[in-house]
């Protein structure tokens, strides 16, 4: 497993990528980790014990260098279930992947956390910007499980937890691979993957 350290975002059209097999998922960005951990310590007021460095520039917010106290926190904190690590809503990932629609249907199954972006159109693809009515209907009955298609999603850190636990061993090969990439995010081992 690769680890990203210290990284706290990525700038706009970062790519760490996953390519093998009938799957490829492009990170695109990466948001919210300085915000994340300004709010979990909130409940308890203790933002006197952050150890995070959070950095600005001409007055302008550029980063956060997360502090071991905060990540041992917001470890216990996500450990402790999704009503105490509930800060983690507040990292959001942007992802652009193309998998097969039989892979598609089972990740619609996480609604909580996820919003789809944008989705390559089956309709607007080439066989098809001609047809209309029943040859319509036909051509796109016809098209396969096994047909890759590409979206844009974003993800909430809390909900890649769940998707991460109750995938990591699935017999399909794309949620295999799907899990990897999350591992690869900045402090998933930490937030996510514990």
Same mark, same amino acid.
């Given at each position: 497993m690769k680890r990203l350290q210290n990284q706290s975002h990525l700038e706009v059209g970062a790519s760490k990528s996953v390519n093998r097999?009938?799957? =490829?998922?492009?990170? *695109?960005?990466?948001?919210?980790? %300085?915000?994340?951990?300004d709010a979990m310590r909130l409940p308890m007021k203790s933002h006197d014990k952050s150890d995070s460095e959070f950095m600005y520039s001409q007055g302008k917010f550029t980063g956060v260098a997360p502090g071991k106290a905060d990540i041992l926190l917001m470890s216990k904190l996500v450990k402790?279930?999704?009503?105490?690590? =509930? %800060?983690? *809503?507040?990292?959001?990932?942007?992802?652009?992947?193309?998998a097969p629609r039989y892979w598609w249907q089972e990740?619609?199954?996480? #609604?909580m956390g996820t919003e789809g972006l944008s989705s390559e159109s089956t309709m607007h693809s080439p066989g098809m910007r001609k047809l209309s009515g029943k040859a319509l209907q036909e051509a796109k009955a016809a098209i396969?499980?096994?047909?890759?298609? *590409? *979206?844009?999603?974003t993800f909430g850190y809390q909900c890649l937890r769940h998707?991460?636990?109750?995938? #990591?061993n699935h017999r399909l090969p794309e949620w295999k691979q799907f899990c990897e990439w999350i591992e690869g995010l900045p402090y998933a081992l930490e937030f996510v993957c514990s």
């Open positions: 097999g009938r799957m =490829k998922i492009v990170l *695109r960005e990466i948001a919210g980790l %300085a915000s994340a951990l402790a279930g999704d009503e105490h690590g =509930k %800060a983690l *809503r507040g990292i959001i990932v942007w992802a652009d992947i193309t990740m619609d199954t996480y #609604r396969t499980e096994g047909t890759e298609q *590409r *979206r844009y999603r998707i991460y636990h109750q995938r #990591r």
